[in-house]
């Protein structure tokens, strides 16, 4: 029993300690043992044996414990220490992404439109005949469906060559009047430098009671958007054809790009097409059960939109996913 306070004292460690503690304190410890002895010493002197294995018992606790505090504050101090973080340490910091130039150049355009009270709305990217093309006047075998050749499924079903049938969509299941616009990706059997497979379109589509609506307020609504969008450029509306308009035209611009004086971006012609549009053709209007409304339309691409604004040569790229490209509009 000699000694036992320099065994507590030269614990080093948490663990080294906590053996000892087994040692001493233990069922089968040191002190264990020394109490053991008392059943076989007798009654005079048991008293006095208990009290000073007590004492010395309480006493070598104290020991421990101070012990104890001590390596548990070093073994606090070695965590903080060890385990602390260098804030001031240099990290890659986050990339921070952007909006696609494609997607950018559509919110644009929505919040023209919405803030001229205009909806917006949705619809199938896998439409019917009837929606993509009967409703819209072009019926079966009709030669117009080659202006828009696409890709069909087994069941006649077909990927939306437009975004007009959202328009059908729209006037069979809403009464007039109608102020909406329908942004979407759209699919044709196109793959040039000016065409992919799929693009992008916003649709446009105003009915009121007929005579409400005239060709003037599609003139004028246009040549503010595209104002709005290119800034101070000339616009020319030229007679066009669309089935499911009449009368129908193009929108040009003046050329961005050399100010209407011809360039390569304008087949030398001082003008680029940026918009279909018409006047609803009343046979659109039987097909959904429309009666004495009148209503004008126009259909624009945002591929063609983006590649103007951003002076992008090759519409392809915009579909590349390549960083390169796209950390440019960040
Ligand atoms: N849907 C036509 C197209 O994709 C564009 C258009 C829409 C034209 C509405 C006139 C009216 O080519």
């Known amino acids: 029993m000699k000694n036992l306070e320099e065994k507590i004292a030269n614990a080093d460690s948490l663990e080294s300690l906590e053996k000892v503690r087994v040692e001493l304190f233990g069922k089968k410890g040191l002190l264990a043992a020394e109490f053991a002895k008392l059943k076989d010493i007798p009654g005079p002197e048991k008293k006095a044996f208990a009290e000073g294995l007590n004492k010395r018992k309480a006493a ?7 012990r104890y505090e001590h390596l548990k504050a070093e073994e606090i101090e070695r965590v903080l220490r060890e385990e602390a973080v260098d804030v001031s340490l240099y990290s890659t910091l986050a990339q921070k992404g952007s909006l696609h130039p494609v997607m950018e150049t559509m919110d644009r355009i929505i919040d023209y439109f919405v803030a ?7 619809g199938p990217m896998v439409e019917d005949d009837f929606h993509n093309f009967e409703a819209l006047n072009l019926p079966k075998y009709h030669p117009a469906r080659d202006m828009q050749d696409t890709f069909y499924f087994n069941d006649g079903s077909l990927l939306r060559t437009h975004t007009s049938p959202v328009q059908v969509r729209t006037m069979l299941e809403t009464k007039p009047p109608i102020r909406m616009i329908a942004p979407g990706s759209v699919f ?11 693009f992008h379109q916003v649709e446009g589509l105003v009915v009121d009671e007929r005579g409400k609506v005239s060709f003037a307020n599609l003139k004028s609504i246009l040549t503010d958007f595209l104002h709005t969008m290119f800034g101070e450029v000339d616009v020319r509306f030229r007679p066009s054809f669309f ?11 003046s050329c961005i790009f050399c100010e209407g004086k011809g360039c390569r971006v304008c087949s030398h012609t001082g003008w680029l097409e940026v918009l279909g549009c018409g006047i609803v053709d009343p046979n659109v209007f039987k097909a959904v059960g429309y009666e004495d409304v009148s209503g004008y339309a126009f259909g624009l691409g945002v591929e063609r ?4 604004i951003h002076q992008i040569p090759d519409l392809r790229s915009l579909f590349e996913g390549d960083i390169r490209l796209l950390e440019q509009f960040r």
């Open 305 to 308: 939109f983006a590649m103007l």
């Open 243 to 253: 089935p499911f308009t009449e009368p129908s035209a193009e929108v040009d611009i």
């Open 60 to 66: 070598l606790q104290v020991h421990f414990d101070e």
């Open 116 to 122: 001229l009270n205009f909806s917006v709305e949705t």
């Open 188 to 198: 044709r059997r196109d793959y040039d430098l000016t065409h992919t497979p799929m």
